[in-house]
């Protein structure tokens, strides 16, 4: 199994367990922000100029979420 495959399954299983502890989807916000929150503080753990790479991915996440307004897909 390929790490993205890996990693794929891992949060498969972490998106079936946050939807069992709290299935109303409005209530998943605050763990999105938190897990935002987790990956910004690994970024720049590692290597403070990644700052500017993890602000890029939250403009390419941005519009991946504004494109799945628009066409209902990801």
Known sequence: ???DDELREM???TASEIKRLSSNPR???????????????QATDVNPAN???YREML??????????FR???W
């Open 51 to 53: 700052t500017e790479s």
């Open 59 to 68: 403009s390419a996440l941005q519009d991946a979420i504004r494109n799945h």
């Open 1 to 3: 199994m390929s790490r």
């Open 11 to 13: 949060l498969d299983k």
């Open 27 to 41: 209530t998943w916000h605050s763990w999105m922000v938190y897990l935002l929150a987790a990956l910004e503080k």
């Open 71 to 73: 066409t209902g897909g």
